[in-house]
DNA sequence: AATGAATGAGTCTTCATTCAT
DNA sequence: CATGAATGAAGACTCATTCAT
């Protein structure tokens, strides 16, 4: 927020972020413990409100995981989509510069730890949400891969890559680069970055014994 | 059971069996439902034993848990290492036979959708369980790539494949041959016999683009 | 039991003294954890025999109660009746035999550890058993200190004590030399034979200081 | 509370008094039912308050025990002092003023109903709560008879009884003016105003027999 | 007679939700 | 909006009792 939009709300800054803590601290409680296990009192504390303003901003516990889902798709599809932006088309040094985006999409998707975890209850609450299931079928993670996809391709088609199948090959690098990620870690283990160029370096350089371009 | 064991048993197979019909059950609970949303009155149903049956033969719903993660890692744990038993050392068509072998792997790693959801749950509930988790952590899934390092290591001293680190080629093998596997394609979606041998072949493709031996 | 009857009942000398084993362990069960509290099975355990046996013998949890109460009573009314009969109407040396026949009555009394708690069960819960209330205010304990004062009259008769109402000296003789006795000193703790003859011979000293006939 | 204060606070005096009211109700169910055999549920519903309240404001039912009996303690014990510094040091009349303390003596230890069936409760208990359990051994009602005797040692240095042990004549003197109070007479039953006098004076008169200063 | 299992009831405890202050 | 309380519905666990072996 912006100092200006903070001196614009004097006292009452919190209406419109009051929202957002709820989601927040609903998130955190969610992929923590599960849908069911969560008290709303405790969702409530964590946010710094009371109980009954989840009700009344956002309702029973039904929707605040539906509010709560949706918040988090928008979120992170969007960054998804703002790092696929980064993809290097046209690379000084192939194995550098695709190292460097592959790290950028871990750290991303480690911030999906949240999303994946949230993926994991969806799926297990699927029959209670089925349009929400519907929804996040479409619109979710799985849609980005096709655009994931595009870029390989677009890569293959500067020459740089030799691949007949680029969703194979995006799928097969996401697969790599995912490897040494140790995805059932413990709970909000964000790895470190390190970590993360380690395993990256190690996917794109197997990637690239597969799929790099020869002369 | 054989069919001559059936006949030999007419009617008291059950004594023994009961606690692993309990097991069963609350295992589908578990993975379906999560620790927390199954009630202990539905695993005995499922189980086609009483309610007191359960109390009687293993004890309250956290004993239950810590019973059902001890059968499936003992019994996962056995599976897995006979099937790497059967790793080609010296195969004949060495994409063929790799491809055989991995989907052998994928097959058991399905059955394996129990044992890793089960790894979720554990994780999910690691703080209540501690040395459930330590146990798991040290006799768990983790300590077989070693197991698996070992084939590949075989097979590199063999000739057919161009590796320096072994393990490393073994956890980019498991990656590729995941790939496209709907991890969480919701539950108790057993992948078809085409979908294994099809992401078998095309990981195996992939993988021996960038490790087989070039002559 | 006799030899002969020993051998009359070769192997299954039991049938007659095991409902005997189970009210003991009922009683006992009963007194230390009241009567909600106590489990049949553990009842059955501790007079070593099935739960099966327990329904046979004796019927359900409240027929067990009577039976226990019925029994106890028996057997500690007969006891009081003998320790009476020991009463001195001619005592060679009036503080000596009173305080002897003080100790000989605490002792009983003590092993009315049970009859006591045995009690209060009953009257707590007297509007589930309003018969056996009854009955046992009637033939219960209450119906003994008259005859303790009988004992007191003939005594004062003999010229051995003043006294004007021999029921009120024989409660105060009670009160007296279980004064020292500490009633709620937890379960099962019975006073040393010291103690019950120390508080004997102060409560008899005060008793006689009290009601000694004066030259 | 008094008139005014009544009508000084009108509608909310609760808040504070409800905890109260539970305790209240709670301490009547403990000594009446036993402390397994009572329900929160009626607990509750006795002190006009819902059943979480009681969880909110206390705890669990364990918690609850130990708090009535906490309470009691507290509350028996003061009164207990306070009654006692009615002693007469300086009696006119000896036999009426010793009288008349032990009718208001026995009229708060009728109070004490309540306390003699929760040291029963705790007695039986006492394996389940070992801290409250010593706590009450150590501050409860044993820690009294010391006062009490200090009283009578007055008494006897100022000429009014013959006594060499102050203590036991505390302790003879309780016993004598309880002799006739039916202690197990069934739950709840407070002996009149009548029944407290006519057993006072005839413990008091065979009090003095024994142990009256004599000319 | 003893054992293991089944059934049904009951209790404790927690939770989601709503209402009053 | 926050607080505290009330309500109703769960679910875990125990128990008494009965059956079948």
Known sequence: MSQIEALA?????????KRQAILDAAKRA?????????????IAID??????????????????FVAVVEDVTTRS????M????????????????????????????????DGRALSLLLVRESHRFPELF?????????????ALAACFDRLARN?????????LAARHFMALINADLPTD???????SEEALRSTATLGVSTFLRAFGARP
């Open 82 to 113: 703002a790092t696929l932006a980064t993809f290097p088309d046209r690379p000084g040094d192939l194995q550098a510069d695709l190292t460097d985006f592959a790290v950028r999409l871990l750290g991303r998707c480690m911030c999906d730890i």
């Open 134 to 146: 519907e929804t996040w079928h479409q619109y979710g993670p799985g849609k980005d891969w096709p």
């Open 9 to 17: 709300t004097p006292s009452v800054t919190r209406p419109a972020s």
């Open 77 to 80: 599809s969007a960054l998804l």
């Open 159 to 167: 020459g740089y890559l030799d691949i007949t199948d680029a969703s």
């Open 185 to 191: 870690q413990g709970p909000c283990v964000r790895p």
């Open 30 to 42: 969610f992929v923590r413990d599960g849908i069911g296990a969560v008290g709303i009192d405790a």
């Open 47 to 64: 946010a710094g409100v009371s109980r009954q303003t989840v009700y009344n901003q956002i309702g029973d516990k039904d929707q605040l």
